[in-house]
């Protein structure tokens, strides 16, 4: 996906600050940190579109664009692209807002991905995200 958004896809999901401690070697914010903000993220849409309980089965077509750094505000946003019998998939956006000492710059996007969940009742099966 070589297209650059002026605006996020979705509804604001998760907002979050990275910090120090979610540093790799580089001192950028670690990959596995931003998938988790996304994961939580899409977790949330997930649930109350299932309303109960879910796994995540899977991750498709994640690319990082850009770095995040320490201090910079992250926010998630994310939108259900399709509702199968007991899976969802959701198309997550993770966008920075960097606050530096000369004041609030222009959002980002940084990164982008699909994630697949599955509803499940309370013994972990897969059930129907929609009781008919």
């Not at 990959?31 to 997930?46: R, T, Y």
């Not at 959002?107 to 013994?123: G, H, L, P």
Request: hydrophobic letters at 40%; one cysteine or more.
């Amino acid at each position: 996906m070589s297209q650059e958004y002026n605006s996020p896809k979705g509804q604001l999901l998760l907002r979050t600050l990275a910090m120090p401690a979610d540093t790799n070697a580089n001192g950028d914010i670690f990959g596995g940190w931003i998938m988790s903000q996304l994961d939580l993220a899409g977790g949330i849409l997930a649930k109350e579109i299932s309303s109960g309980r879910i796994v995540t089965v899977s991750v498709s077509d994640i690319i990082f664009k850009k770095p995040v750094k320490v201090g910079d505000v992250v926010c998630c946003y994310g939108e259900c692209t399709k509702i199968g019998r007991t899976s969802m998939s959701i198309n997550l956006e993770l966008w920075v807002k960097p606050i530096r000492d000369h004041g609030v710059e222009e959002r980002f996007m940084v990164c982008n991905a699909t994630f697949n969940y599955v509803a499940i009742d309370s013994e972990g099966k897969p059930r129907p995200v929609r009781e008919s």
